[in-house]
């Protein structure tokens, strides 16, 4: 296991969103299942953490309870090489949950995601101002993000 990894917290849902992850990423697997003993709090036999990777990064899933709910404070980045990969990204993360500004979506756990092309960091750091003001600006006005429509903002076009 990497030295830092996320856990994210459920209510009764981490094998399903583990196994909803997994399905969506290449190079993904879920790594191993614990399950509640005597000791509860959950039911005996039921779930309690799924570990899991997505693209070889290492995840934990915890059945916690309702006490806590995800927000867009805390979301996790997908950089994406190719609008291809952005638009199945989009489309399969936010099914059943919702499509949010500048590349966000909630999917239907609750979990925030930015599905962000490669490129974009590059342009917005651009040291001409000029040129990375027009990308944000373009950005600002999309929900998912489309790489020719950020480069035309890039070129001035």
């Not at 490129?119 to 489309?146: F, G, P, Q, W, Y």
């Amino acid at each position: 296991m990497q030295k830092i990894a996320p856990c994210l917290w459920f209510d009764g849902k981490a094998e399903e969103a583990a196994q909803y992850y997994v399905s969506i990423f290449k190079n993904s697997r879920i790594t191993r299942i614990t399950r509640w003993g005597d000791a509860g709090p959950g039911p005996k036999g039921s779930v309690l953490t799924v570990l899991f990777q997505l693209e070889g990064e290492d995840f934990m899933a915890l059945n916690g309870g309702p006490q806590f709910k995800f927000t867009p404070a805390i979301s996790l980045m997908v950089d994406c090489k190719t609008q291809g990969e952005v638009d199945t990204l989009w489309d399969k993360l936010s099914e059943g949950g919702e499509k949010v500004e500048c590349g966000w979506v909630t999917d239907k756990f609750g979990v925030s995601w930015q599905v962000v092309p490669t490129v974009l960091m590059d342009m917005i750091a651009d040291k001409d101002s000029k040129r990375a003001d027009r990308v944000m600006a373009a950005m600002m006005k999309m929900k998912k993000l489309d790489i020719a429509e950020l480069k035309r903002a890039y070129d001035g076009r």
